[in-house]
């Protein structure tokens, strides 16, 4: 059931969702059901634009900046959560959304991660799962499985591989965490636009495999 918000100032399409830039993602990467996922979340609601703000980590998800007509900004790595922090404090009315990778928001980004959900702040958070720094050409990332091989571990990551939703549960049980597998799009769609509507601090892990560098984690 779409949701309707008393600012909307006109109607949301598709067309003034995406701008005219080609994505360049790989074919087949999942990094598609995440933006497929967010427009359809936008458009689902009816969200005026005007109302939301897109924050991008740096990686391959962050190359969604081009491909979006919402407001954004193009954070550095590991930062688009105290980024989006801001630009909620400044405006509070906004539907504001971090959007990143692994590598930038459970590697560099993981103490501004736990403050975030410590507080409640009323964010959403969007993390692009692939078990791996792929847009450097797919080193171990902290959600690397141990034991896999991969650019900068050949013998085996030696760690432990962070489990996000059970950590940010222990930080503050009273947040919306949710784990979900990029195979399953119509679920990515709904969880997407269920954190959007969410009172408070959200974070959505969405599972993928890299189609260039994945098949290092079984080597």
């Not at 074919?27 to 924050?55: H, K, N, R, T």
């Not at 081009?66 to 989006?84: E, M, N, Q, V, W």
């Amino acid at each position: 059931m779409a949701v309707h918000f008393s600012q909307r100032r006109y109607m949301t399409t598709l067309n003034n969702i995406r701008s005219k830039v080609i994505p360049t993602w790989c074919p087949g990467c999942q990094d598609y059901v995440v933006f497929a996922g967010l427009q359809a979340a936008i458009l689902s609601l009816q969200v005026s634009l005007e109302d939301v703000v897109i924050v991008y980590d740096i990686g391959c998800i962050g190359n969604m900046a081009d491909f979006f007509k919402a407001y954004g900004i193009h954070s550095l790595h590991g930062r688009c959560i105290p980024t989006a922090l801001g630009v909620k404090l400044a405006n509070p009315k906004l539907h504001v959304i971090a959007v990143g990778g692994d590598g930038g928001i459970y590697g560099e980004g993981l103490n501004h991660l736990l403050s975030a959900a410590r507080l409640d702040a009323d964010i959403t958070v969007v993390v692009a799962n692939n078990h791996l720094y792929s847009l450097t050409t797919g080193q171990t990332s902290p959600t690397t499985p141990q034991g896999s091989k991969t650019k900068s571990t050949p013998q085996g990551a030696p760690a432990i591989a962070l489990n996000p939703i059970p950590l940010i549960k222990t930080v503050n049980p009273n947040v919306m965490a949710e784990h979900v597998d990029c195979h399953q799009p119509v679920e990515v769609n709904q969880i997407i636009a269920k954190a959007i509507i969410h009172q408070g601090f959200s974070l959505l892990d969405l599972d993928q495999v890299c189609v260039t560098f994945g098949k290092k984690l079984t080597a």
